[in-house]
């Protein structure tokens, strides 16, 4: 099933299509250009199209209790100019990757274990959400809002596709109130109406 979907998310790919059959990238090249510059082909291996470590359970044992390895081009060099990523999503009981964005990419996930409560906020404030179990699918849209809650009492595992070789990620919270330098008091409080002793309560947390 994580096949199938890592195949169909080539159909929705956002960046430009491959100009040759591959471009493994060469993660010690000093050109610069806008993703990674390809690999001697005489030097490719089939190494270089493979990955090995998904089946390994992500560390929880954190405040959010969630635990996620994103898998780029950098560790997983034939990926490059495909347009592609792929991740490992782990949650504890009660486990929440917070809200956040990707910038680049439109995300297609699936549970392989346990429940989710998943859900993206439109640009006009409207929130799509679901419970999500074993073998269910669920599409975040490029650039929207979007969170996993597990709500269950048992661990959750879950596998999701990008469709960017470098997706980005933007966590509210964390951009907000952990900025460096730090955003002005005056402006967080102003924008979601606290006291600035709570402002300075939730940067401590960051």
Avoid: W
């Avoid at 998310?9 to 050109?31: H, I, R, Y």
């Avoid at 560790?75 to 495909?82: A, D, E, I, V, Y």
Wanted: hydrophobic share 45%.
């Amino acid at each position: 099933m994580f096949v199938l979907f890592l195949s169909a998310s080539l159909a929705f790919a956002s960046e430009p299509s491959p100009l040759q059959d591959f471009c493994v990238a060469d993660n010690t090249s000093p050109v610069l250009v806008n993703g990674v510059a390809c690999k001697n082909p005489s030097l490719v291996t089939a190494d270089d199209f493979t990955f090995s470590g998904l089946n390994i359970p992500g560390n929880t044992n954190n405040k959010q209790g969630f635990a996620v390895n994103l898998v780029t081009v950098d560790q997983f060099p034939g990926l490059n100019t495909f347009g592609v990523t792929v991740e490992r999503l782990d949650f504890a009981p009660k486990g929440l990757n917070s809200p956040h964005s990707h910038p680049r990419a439109t995300e297609v996930l699936t549970v392989i274990k346990g429940s989710l409560y998943v859900g993206f906020i439109t640009t006009d404030n409207k929130l799509f959400s679901m419970v999500m179990n074993k073998g269910d699918v669920f599409v975040f849209p490029i650039g929207l809002v979007h969170f996993q809650y597990n709500i269950g009492d048992c661990d959750v595992e879950a596998f999701s596709v990008l469709s960017s070789q470098d997706p980005g990620v933007v966590r509210i919270a964390n951009s907000l109130f952990g900025a460096n330098p730090a955003i002005s008091d005056d402006i967080l409080s102003k924008a979601f109406m606290l006291d600035k002793k709570t402002v300075d309560y939730i940067e401590s947390q960051f």
